[in-house]
């Protein structure tokens, strides 16, 4: 990762990523744990893009799911008991919504790359939900 990619990743962190994990909070009601590979994420060609990517890709579908599930406190309360912890990376340059989420024993995995199919948001939010209301 270069300089300009840390310097995005950065400026996320401190910006759109602590105004999710206090979104996250308020739709729930509590904490999950957040354990994100910040170094693998990012791509040298598609640095102008990645600030779009981290939210379009992994924190905009974490938070439509949230919400669609969290609507009444039995939502809520499930998401908080089943939901210990988030992972996010890009381990396996997944660009498809199908294989991209995980979840086993209350971790949910997320292994996406952050510049492909950056539009697909709703499909990624979709199968998301699908994924965590069968396990929740």
Known sequence: MGLAERR???AY????YQNFL?????LIDGE????????????EKYTKNLEQGLTEIYFKPILNSFRSIA???MGKEAIR???KKVIIKDE??????????KFNDGTLIIDH???TNIGNTDERTKTLTKLLESNL
């Not at 962190?13 to 759109?16: L, M, R």
């Not at 206090?22 to 308020?26: Q, S």
């Not at 340059?93 to 199908?98: E, L, M, Q, T, V």
């Open 32 to 43: 999950i744990e957040f354990d994100i590979d910040w170094d693998s994420l990012p791509n």
């Open 22 to 26: 206090t979104d996250v909070k308020g």
């Open 113 to 115: 790359c952050s510049y």
């Open 81 to 83: 008991e089943s939901v």
């Open 13 to 16: 962190q401190e910006g759109e």
């Open 8 to 10: 995005v990743i950065k």
């Open 71 to 73: 609507v009444d406190d």
């Open 92 to 101: 396996n340059d997944n660009a498809y919504a199908s294989k991209t989420y």
